[in-house]
C-alpha cells in the first residue's frame, strides 16, 4: 500500500497554506492549478464545473494556458463521449469521487480501440489520465483532470489527491462565501429588509457589530427571542463547533450561514421538495432519459429500488408522471440559481 514520505506531506501542507492565500473571488487559478502540478506532475491540469443535467459548463480553468482534456467545445457528441464514454466520469456520476486513473478501467490497447480516444484524447496528445472530483451533484460537478502523454500515475499520486479532496473542496466553499459577503458589502448601504441575503459583523465576542435589514429580518424569521446585539443561541453554539457553514431549516425555506473571519453570510433558499440525494442523483440520470433498467444498472441498486425511489419523489414533488417530476426537479434547479446569480 502506498503511503505518504514525510518530503510530501510537507509538500502538501506548504500547498494547502498557499492556496488559501491566493484564495480569491473564483475557487481555482492557474496559480493553484501550477501548484498542483508541482505535487502531482503532470502535461497539463485542468479544473471545469460542468451541469450534467442541462449541459452547461459553468467554470473552465487550465494550465498551461489553452490546454484541456477534449474538444475545445462541448457539442451534443463531447457531452456524450463523456459522460457515457469516458469510464472515470461515469464512477463520478455514480458518487465515487475518489482519485482514479483512465488505467483502473482500460488497458492502453483498450484504451486506442475506443471512440473515446481517436475523439477525445488522441487529438490532445494524451495517453494517461488521473481525475478526482469534489463530491458533488449532478447539477454542479467539481473535477481536476491531469493528463500525461507519456508513464501513467502512480499511486502516489492517487494517494496526494485523495489526501487533497476534502482540502480542495474547502477551497471551492471558501471562494463561494467570499463571493457571496463581496456582493453583500457592496449591497450594504442600500440593502433592502427584503433581501434574500444579509450579512453580519462580528466584534468582540461574537457579538454583533452590524447587520444589514435583511440579516436582521432573517434572524428574527428564523429563530426565537432575537437579541439586537446577541446572535442567537443555535448560531453562537455553532460558531463554537469552528465549522464554516450552518444550515438551517424552516418549514418550505433554508438558511445557510457561511463564516468568513469576522463577517457572516445569511442567504434564505427554497427548501424545494425536500428531496434526499438518492432521489436527486436519480431524478437527474431521468432528466437525462435514462429508464430505471438503466438508472439502476448505473447505480448498481435494483429497479424496484429505482421505481419506489420514483414514487417518493412524485409524491413529494405533487406529480404524476416522469416528464412532470422532471419538469419540476429542472425548475426547483432554476430557481436556486436564480438566488445564486448575483454570485456566481
Known amino acids: 500500500m502506498a503511503t505518504l514520505r514525510t518530503r510530501d506531506?510537507?509538500?502538501?501542507?506548504?500547498?494547502?497554506?498557499?492556496?488559501?492565500?491566493?484564495?480569491?473571488?473564483?475557487?481555482?487559478?492557474?496559480?493553484?492549478?501550477v501548484g498542483l502540478s508541482?505535487?502531482?506532475?503532470?502535461?497539463?491540469?485542468?479544473?471545469?464545473?460542468?451541469?450534467?443535467?442541462?449541459?452547461?459548463?459553468?467554470l473552465e480553468v487550465a494550465w498551461p494556458d489553452g490546454a484541456g482534456a477534449g474538444p475545445a467545445e462541448l457539442t451534443d457528441e463531447s457531452w456524450n463521449v463523456m459522460l457515457n464514454?469516458?469510464?472515470?466520469?461515469?464512477?463520478?456520476?455514480?458518487?465515487?469521487?475518489?482519485?482514479?486513473?483512465l488505467s483502473d478501467f482500460l488497458t492502453q490497447a483498450e484504451l486506442h480501440r475506443s471512440h473515446?480516444?481517436?475523439?477525445?484524447?488522441?487529438?490532445?496528445?494524451i495517453e494517461h489520465e488521473l481525475n478526482v472530483a469534489i463530491p458533488s451533484p449532478l447539477w454542479h460537478t467539481k473535477t481536476f483532470l491531469f493528463d500525461r502523454g507519456r508513464r501513467d500515475f502512480s499511486e502516489r499520486d492517487r494517494l496526494v489527491l485523495d489526501f487533497l479532496q476534502p482540502h480542495l473542496a474547502r477551497l471551492w466553499r471558501a471562494a463561494r462565501t467570499r463571493r457571496r459577503l463581496a456582493v453583500a458589502r457592496a449591497a450594504l448601504?442600500?440593502?433592502?429588509?427584503?433581501d434574500a441575503c444579509g450579512v453580519v459583523f462580528l466584534g468582540r465576542e461574537s457579538r454583533i457589530e452590524l447587520a444589514s435589514p435583511s440579516a436582521r429580518r432573517l434572524l428574527r424569521e428564523f429563530f426565537l427571542d432575537v437579541d439586537e446585539r446577541a446572535l442567537p443561541e443555535p448560531l453562537a453554539d455553532w460558531l463554537e463547533t469552528g465549522t464554516s457553514t450552518l444550515t438551517w431549516r424552516d418549514g418550505t425555506r433554508v438558511l445557510t450561514v457561511d463564516r468568513n473571519g469576522d463577517a457572516l453570510l445569511?442567504?434564505?433558499?427554497?427548501?424545494?421538495?425536500?428531496?434526499t440525494r438518492r432521489e436527486r442523483q436519480i431524478l437527474g440520470w431521468v432528466s437525462r432519459g435514462k429508464t430505471n433498467a438503466e438508472i439502476a444498472e448505473i447505480l448498481w441498486v435494483a429497479p424496484s429500488t429505482v421505481r419506489k425511489h420514483l414514487e417518493n419523489t412524485y409524491a413529494k414533488l405533487g406529480v404524476h408522471t416522469r416528464t412532470a417530476a422532471v419538469t419540476r426537479f429542472l425548475g426547483l434547479l432554476d430557481e436556486r440559481d436564480r438566488y445564486e446569480s448575483t454570485v456566481t
Not at 42 to 57: G, K, N
Not at 89 to 97: A, D, I, K, N, S
Not at 116 to 125: A, C, D, K
Open 85 to 101: 464514454e469516458h469510464p472515470v466520469c461515469r464512477q463520478h456520476q455514480q458518487g465515487v469521487f475518489g482519485a482514479l486513473k
Open 189 to 194: 448601504a442600500s440593502a433592502s429588509e427584503l
Open 9 to 33: 506531506a510537507e509538500r502538501l501542507l506548504h500547498f494547502i497554506a498557499e492556496a488559501d492565500d491566493l484564495g480569491g473571488d473564483e475557487p481555482f487559478t492557474p496559480a493553484h492549478l
Open 266 to 275: 445569511l442567504e434564505e433558499a427554497p427548501a424545494g421538495a425536500r428531496l
Open 38 to 58: 508541482q505535487l502531482v506532475p503532470a502535461d497539463s491540469v485542468a479544473y471545469c464545473e460542468l451541469d450534467r443535467v442541462r449541459r452547461r459548463c459553468r
Open 116 to 125: 473515446l480516444y481517436s475523439y477525445w484524447f488522441r487529438p490532445n496528445g
